[in-house]
């Protein structure tokens, strides 16, 4: 094993003649092997440390080191202390810090005690000198690899693996094909349903207000201003069975515009509502919520990966990843002059799939 | 073995009695004494960044530590429940339970908030020194025969520990970690043929639904640490066959390994160092907040804030989400090809796939078949070095553009510049990291060969009698000339025609690999050169 190369005569065994046998050569591809290097001088004489010439400063040493072992006890009984000395009050922030911060103050203190009193001891404490130890190449001596094959030939030979050839195969197979039912037990991971039908509907049913996130109260076309946005929601979906997810899909940014800022595209004219226009709020990249609205120039930006959507042109992308225009939501107002939805989305919201279009 | 422990035992104190009553007791049922024999003098080299590998395992003990203080407490449900603990702002709010046991974590159980901020910090602090312990085993190319496997089994654990940062990250279920999951639940969807199908299995149903918080806490807690662990212990009983690598040094050779013995200094010197690690996250998380998730508040699709920023170590995947041009999707045969998440998810896996098989192509070019145990210095292989300094630049402009929208604000310039300059970079940035790093080695090499020969500038200018000046030059001595002049050197490969006379194109395909590897070497100074030199001085 190893041996203290200090006092060792072999120590220049370390050296390069020896270094390049080993008990097989491997092929050194396209290495230069040198046949005129510089060779190894060996290791360099050991120089003491000052624990090791003064007996006094070794002392002192093993005192620091208790020492830092001693502040680690401290440390873990503050902690306790602090445990009970600094408990949490409901409802106060200041309790809740100072349980954290004298807590654990008292346990770095714990841990950091034990730690560099350790290292301290290793490092100037310790016997310093170096080890060498051998290295041997890593496979297996030639004989162990004979052995190996031996047990292997043996097995081949005992069990017929190789020479029942239907019977190996076979197995092959059987092993192969097992697995299959643990596949289809995760069918029902999700319900029956077809993912495709859900996820080209939301909430939205024609008839329906349009209400504030969160509240749910209405909204009439009156409220808005010129240039305003409201976050909306349908009308009923907070009290949704699967609230969250209907709102993933079915939340909804509202604004209004001058009419004739407006760019509407054929079979659009009537889907806005003197310049009030409503658009899916869930980003047509992979689909965070777009809620980030600039005024002046009517663009929404998404916060994500900061698609920006135009929504004077239809919410048109004008920059970033994402490639469709968030979808809109033909409106109306019902005869009390609240908004309302005129269907749903006519395309699925949100992020790309792949049967979207199907 | 006739001598029982009790027969020479008067020579003994107590203390020792017992220790040696103990152990023959316990070897005499596992045959501990050959584990110890083989072990407990083995030797382990000592350099600063030996230690990073360390670090990882040890925040991952206190990972294990914190992380199953909080099991007790947290309860992986998407049940909504009306908040009712001490954190006045939301109180009466609907919340899952996942959250609302998060928040009583934080603000109802002593040392609560301290654990999950230790169990948060450390994790930042395991994946971040998983990443630079890789980069220290590529650098010094410790990843050569025969190690290749435990680079395989390295890279597996990087990977997982992503993973776990992610899950994890992802349980209390606040605004954040929901919009993490919306963006993951985007980018499955974004898949051809599967992905509708992988989101709405993982999903449970629609997204968010109802079960992904437990889904991912048995991954999380149960499935993904036991295959850390498991990896890990591989990792280590490689580490323990192939032993350390070292750096040269006098004395060192590709034949021995020269350090401390594990008993006692090693195993003092690292079981300190896991304290230290252990107390420096305590200390961190102590005064530092990670996560206030109250401030958040829980997950809502609806609202979200900008400039929020998911943990560090996912960034580059966010970063190269955000980097696609403008309308890249399409219909085809009536199916939806979202390639602005295809080809993030192509580029990301194949960036990955060469970190994870880089060793086996270096070995195919060399051809060299023999084992490698003292570290390469960057510098003696270039190209290597200049292929790891391209990597991480394309990283870490993937990275910085997880920031586009934080850079913009914070230096006042337009978002369509940062993005416009990030894409830019991630072509041209790892092309001129490439050269730039492969000049600076190269130059490095040709000092050390100058200061391996000549010795050091003094900074003593003489004048010689006939009237010029000359600086005198410090001659090195044999020790410290050694770690300058011991290095593997490799040439291109010649194209040789095989047996049957045919030159093949893999042949060709390894001479041009090789050619570009290897072409501007810089070979070691050699003995005769350092002789011809003392000659040319007197
Ligand atoms: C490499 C391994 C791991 C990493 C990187 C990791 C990371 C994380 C992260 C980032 C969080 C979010 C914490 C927060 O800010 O609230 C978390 C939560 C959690 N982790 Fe881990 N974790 C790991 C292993 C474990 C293990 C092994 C356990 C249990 C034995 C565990 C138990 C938990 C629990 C219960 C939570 C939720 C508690 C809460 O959010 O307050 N983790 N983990
Ligand atoms: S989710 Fe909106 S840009 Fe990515």
Known sequence: ?358 | MTTTPTQDAPSKTRGQRFTSAAANYIDERTSISGAVKELGRKIFPDHWSFMLGEVALYSFVVILLSGTFLTFFFQASMVEVHYEGSYAPLKGIEMSAAMASTLDISFDIRGGLLMRQVHHWAALLFVASIGLHMLRVYFTGAYRKPREINWLIGFVLFILAMAEGFTGYSLPDDLLSGNGLRIIDGMVKGIPVIGTWISYLLFGGEFPGVDIVSRLYILHIMLLPAIIIAAIGVHMLLLIINKHTQFAAPGRTNNNVVGSPIMPVFAAKAGGFFFIVFGVITLIASTFSINPVWVYGPYDPSPVSAGTQPDWYIGFADGALRLVPPGWETEWFGFTWSFNIIAPLVILGLFIAIVAFYPFIEAWVTGDKREHHIADRPRNAPTRTAIGAAGVTFYAVLWAAASSDLIATHFKLSIEGVIHSCQALLIFGPIIAFFLTKRVCIGLQKKDREIALHGYESGRIVRLPHGEYIEVHEQLDEYERWKLVNFTDYKPLMIRPNAEGKITTGQRVRASASRWFFEDRIAPVSQKEIEQSKDGHH
């Open chain 1, 1 to 358: 094993m190893a041996d203290d190369h200090g006092d060792t005569a072999g120590s220049m065994a370390a050296g390069k003649d020896v270094a390049q046998h080993s008990a097989t050569a491997h092929d050194a591809g396209t290495a230069v092997v040198a046949t005129d290097e510089v060779p190894n001088p060996g290791f360099p004489p050991y120089r003491p440390r000052v624990t090791d010439l003064d007996p006094k400063v070794d002392q002192q040493q093993e005192r620091r080191v208790s020492a830092l072992f001693f502040v680690s006890i401290i440390g873990s009984v503050l902690a306790v202390a602090a445990y009970i000395a600094f408990p949490i009050e409901p409802g106060n922030m200041e309790s809740v810090r100072n349980n954290t911060l004298y807590l654990g103050l008292g346990i770095t203190l714990g841990l950091l005690g034990i730690g560099i009193g350790a290292v301290h001891w290793s490092k100037s404490l310790m016997e310093g000198h170096d080890l060498v130890e051998q290295r041997h190449g890593t496979r297996g001596s030639e004989e162990t690899r004979a052995k190996a094959i031996e047990i292997f030939t043996l097995g081949d030979k005992e069990s017929g693996f190789g020479r029942r050839t239907l019977l190996r195969n076979t197995l092959i197979g059987a092993l192969v094909v097992s697995p299959l039912p643990a596949i289809v037990l995760f069918r029902d991971l999700a319900p029956a349903e077809d993912p495709v039908k859900l996820l080209k509907h939301t909430f939205w049913e024609p008839g329906m207000r349009l209400t504030r996130d969160p509240s749910g109260t209405p909204i009439k076309a009156s409220d808005l201003t010129l240039g305003s946005a409201f976050q909306v929601i349908p009308e009923g979906i907070n009290d949704s069975e699967h609230r969250i997810e209907e709102k993933a899909k079915a939340a909804v940014l509202l604004v209004r515009l001058k009419p004739e800022d407006l760019e509407i595209s054929e079979g659009r004219e009537n889907w806005s509502y003197d310049g009030i226009v409503a658009y899916s709020k869930i980003c047509t990249h992979v689909g965070c919520p777009v809620a980030l609205y600039e005024q002046q120039t009517h663009h929404l930006l998404c916060p994500c990966h900061q698609s920006q959507f135009d929504i004077k042109r239809e919410a048109a992308v004008i920059f970033g990843p994402a490639k469709r225009p968030l979808p809109q939501l033909p409106i109306a107002v019902d005869s009390e002059g609240y908004l309302i939805a005129q269907s749903d989305f006519t395309e699925p919201i949100g992020p790309s799939f792949w049967e979207r279009k199907l």
